[in-house]
């Protein structure tokens, strides 16, 4: 009897051991690290000091709206359709990433821009949306930048993240895309240059250079996420700035026209690349032209009676 309850007590206590063993195995394989509160490896430099003429422009309690007339390049044909490019200032959050509910001496001002494209391929509709966050005094890579694509044959979300190096992360529909985590170096990104050009293009990246593409221009074409070299120039002809990134490797050369005169407005760009698969691939220029500006707190007006406004982007 007290040998059975010997082993009885023994046999508890292993299955204690064993279990709290198992829990602490599991938790250790499915925990997740700590968030990265800042960034830590990035240098930042100090402040570049902001003019009386941007504080007055952008810190209005406005966003600043503009429309487009977009030709885009989808399989080997130009499609028509219409962008928009959203500019507005808002407090960021550098460890979350996220736009801060409230005040702190810890948010970063950004500049962000929200750049949306629809086009028609036959039948089905495409949408495109793009997000990056700048800190307006210029002094580091952006924190965030993210893209959302929508077709009927599904829908892939791609974002990058600027903490102790780039963090890339990945949803597709697509086998060999899928899910993807990876770090990349932290290098110039392409989608950074349009809030550079409207924050102080006279620190735009000239020269040979590594630039990591749009996560637009990635995902469409289903290239590797990494920095490419590429040849950044510029040029000014009757007060419009011309710039220009060629990517010799991914045969693709985009150029953003803007207004060399403060709020340095985009008035146009275009990307050349080849697009298209097999015999039908060919080298096809996306354009986009503007329409018309709003400025305006477009979070507010979201009533049936406000969709007039949309006709004063002329969409």
Same mark, same amino acid.
């Given at each position: 009897?007290k040998?059975?309850?010997?082993l009885?007590?023994?046999? =508890?206590?292993?299955?204690?051991?064993?279990?709290?063993?198992?829990?602490?195995?599991?938790?250790?394989?499915?925990?997740?690290?700590?968030?990265?509160?800042?960034?830590?490896?990035?240098?930042?430099?100090p402040?570049?000091?902001?003019?009386?003429?941007?504080?007055? *422009?952008? *810190?209005?309690?406005?966003a600043?709206?503009?429309?487009?007339?977009l030709?885009?390049?989808?399989?080997?044909?130009?499609?028509?359709?219409?962008?928009v490019?959203?500019?507005?200032?808002?407090?960021?959050?550098?460890?979350?990433?996220?736009?801060?509910d409230?005040?702190?001496?810890?948010?970063?001002?950004?500049?962000k821009?929200?750049?949306?494209?629809?086009?028609l391929?036959?039948?089905y509709?495409?949408?495109?949306?793009?997000s990056?966050?700048?800190?307006v005094?210029?002094?580091?890579?952006?924190?965030? =930048?993210?893209?959302?694509?929508?077709?009927?044959?599904?829908?892939? *979300?791609?974002?990058?993240n600027?903490?102790?190096?780039?963090?890339?992360?990945?949803?597709s529909?697509?086998?060999?895309?899928?899910?993807?985590?990876?770090?990349?170096?932290?290098?110039?990104?392409?989608?950074?240059?349009?809030?550079?050009?409207?924050?102080?293009?006279?620190?735009?990246?000239?020269?040979?250079?590594?630039?990591?593409?749009?996560l637009?221009?990635?995902?469409?074409?289903?290239?590797?996420?990494?920095?490419?070299?590429?040849?950044?120039?510029?040029?000014?002809?009757?007060?419009? =700035?011309? *710039?220009?990134?060629?990517?010799?490797?991914?045969?693709?050369?985009?150029?953003?026209?803007?207004?060399?005169?403060?709020p340095?407005?985009?008035?146009?760009? =275009?990307?050349?690349?080849?697009?298209?698969?097999?015999?039908?691939?060919?080298?096809?220029?996306?354009?986009?032209?503007?329409?018309?500006?709003?400025?305006?707190?477009?979070?507010g007006?979201h009533?049936?009676?406000?969709?007039?406004?949309?006709?004063?982007?002329?969409?």
């Amino acid at each position: 009897m007290k040998e059975k309850r010997f082993l009885k007590i023994v046999g =508890t206590a292993l299955l204690f051991v064993l279990g709290a063993s198992c829990i602490e195995k599991k938790d250790a394989n499915n925990s997740m690290p700590p968030p990265t509160t800042k960034v830590e490896s990035e240098i930042v430099h100090p402040k570049k000091p902001l003019s009386d003429e941007f504080k007055q *422009y952008w *810190y209005a309690g406005n966003a600043e709206i503009t429309s487009y007339v977009l030709e885009q390049a989808r399989y080997g044909e130009l499609r028509d359709g219409h962008a928009v490019l959203i500019y507005v200032t808002e407090p960021f959050l550098p460890g979350k990433q996220v736009k801060a509910d409230g005040k702190s001496p810890d948010n970063i001002s950004v500049l962000k821009l929200n750049l949306t494209k629809k086009f028609l391929t036959g039948i089905y509709p495409y949408s495109i949306m793009g997000s990056t966050f700048y800190p307006v005094h210029d002094n580091q890579h952006a924190i965030k =930048t993210s893209l959302s694509v929508q077709e009927w044959c599904g829908h892939v *979300y791609s974002q990058i993240n600027n903490r102790n190096n780039f963090e890339f992360t990945s949803h597709s529909y697509f086998e060999n895309e899928a899910d993807q985590k990876m770090e990349m170096e932290k290098n110039i990104l392409e989608n950074e240059i349009w809030t550079k050009i409207r924050i102080n293009p006279e620190s735009l990246p000239l020269g040979q250079l590594k630039i990591i593409p749009s996560l637009e221009f990635l995902r469409l074409y289903h290239k590797e996420p990494k920095a490419y070299a590429a040849e950044a120039s510029m040029s000014t002809k009757d007060g419009i =700035t011309t *710039y220009s990134l060629a990517y010799p490797e991914l045969e693709r050369t985009l150029r953003i026209n803007f207004a060399d005169a403060f709020p340095h407005s985009i008035e146009s760009w =275009t990307e050349e690349t080849r697009d298209g698969f097999g015999t039908n691939a060919k080298q096809l220029i996306t354009s986009a032209k503007k329409i018309r500006t709003l400025k305006t707190a477009y979070w507010g007006q979201h009533g049936n009676n406000d969709l007039f406004l949309r006709d004063s982007l002329g969409l």
